[in-house]
């Protein structure tokens, strides 16, 4: 196995690790129902399924 030749300090090491970052999600509203939603990314709402404020699929109609 590899072992390294010197010692990486402390601070170096937090450095390259500064990068790792939670973020919150971006949430959206539907131009057309006002649901809060994660973007780019299809919601339902009242058993239709909207995407970009147009209707995608609606489980009415694909029931019958």
């Known amino acids: ?21 939670a973020v919150a999600p971006q949430i959206a509203v539907d131009p057309t129902t006002g649901e809060a939603h994660l973007y780019h990314r299809a919601h339902w709402n009242e058993g239709k399924l909207y995407y970009r404020g147009q209707v995608v699929i609606d489980s009415a109609e694909v029931e019958a």
């Open 1 to 21: 196995m590899a072992h390294p030749k010197r010692k990486i300090s402390k601070t170096r090491r937090d450095k390259r690790r500064t990068h790792y970052k």
